[in-house]
């Protein structure tokens, strides 16, 4: 399965909080799957880093480095697919990352309900 991550599964990930579920874990850590995390991802990070609204490691970087997850860059398609996307969430992040996801047809994972208002390749893992 080819997994794209929702921005707070990356976090709770890397800083291996509790918050993560089982499930979030298992599907992370299976081998067979191929794991992403978005450009779209770190750049909510790094806002919401130089807003105050949120603290990392002096680590953070090296962490993520030392994980076998794959780079997703942000293309012009994907951006495109925005345009179609009703309206059920009003965060451009999470708006981004389910056009990567329905674009590159790949399984969003998110811990966040309303996501999953978009379709089967969004899963929902509590």
């Given amino acids: 399965m080819r997994i794209l991550l929702d921005t707070h599964l990356i976090l709770w990930w890397l800083l291996d909080s509790p918050s993560l579920s089982e499930q979030a874990r298992t599907l992370i850590s299976f ?11 770190f750049w909510e990070i790094w806002l919401k880093v130089s807003l105050g609204k949120l603290r990392l490691p002096a680590d953070f970087e090296a962490r993520f480095a030392a994980e076998y997850f794959e780079n997703l860059p942000l293309t012009s398609a994907q951006t495109r697919e925005v345009a179609t996307l009703p309206w059920h969430h009003r965060d451009p992040f999470d708006r981004m990352l389910v056009a990567q996801a329905k674009t590159e047809e790949m399984t969003l994972l998110t811990a966040d309900e309303v996501v999953t208002l978009y379709g089967d390749f969004v899963r929902l893992v509590r």
């Fill in 31 to 41: 081998p067979e799957n191929t794991v992403f995390v978005s450009a779209v991802s």
